[in-house]
């Protein structure tokens, strides 16, 4: 499986972006997707995910009310709408596949381990 990131770039704050995760293969739609972001010198850190279903989302509570992921199963392509977007959000965004998540229901992970597969990351940047 290969996630191509896309959509990040420099934005003011305030601002919006919206980053794109396009999945190769035909298991996207049995895969609980997540982002994560690393800011520099720091750890990666949990965003956002969604069940393969797209009826479960959980967000970290520094982006909740704020960031929107969405998924499209028959475009196998994960969403991260970002709307008042803060210099604290600077950061590389990756999206993430959870191979097994078909097999529960529920609220995804929040766990880098748990994700088998990661996409290359896309630069955000927020200015003041």
């Not at 965003?47 to 969405?70: H, L, N, P, Q």
């Not at 604290?88 to 995804?108: H, K, N, Q």
Request: contains cysteine; charged residues 15%.
């Amino acid at each position: 499986v290969q996630l191509q990131a896309s959509g990040g770039g420099l934005v003011q704050a305030g601002g919006s972006l919206r980053l794109s995760c396009a999945a190769s293969g035909r298991a996207f739609s049995s895969y609980d997707m997540g982002w994560f972001r690393q800011a520099p010198g720091k750890e990666r850190e949990f965003v956002a995910a969604i069940s393969w279903s797209g009826s479960y989302t959980t967000y970290a509570d520094s982006v909740k009310g704020r960031f929107t992921i969405s998924r499209d199963n028959a475009e196998n392509t994960v969403y991260l709408l970002m709307n008042s977007l803060k210099p604290e959000d600077t950061a590389v965004f990756y999206c993430a596949a959870d191979r097994l998540g078909s097999r529960t229901i529920g609220v995804p992970s929040t766990i880098p381990s748990k994700y088998d597969y990661w996409g290359q990351g896309t630069l955000v940047t927020v200015s003041s």
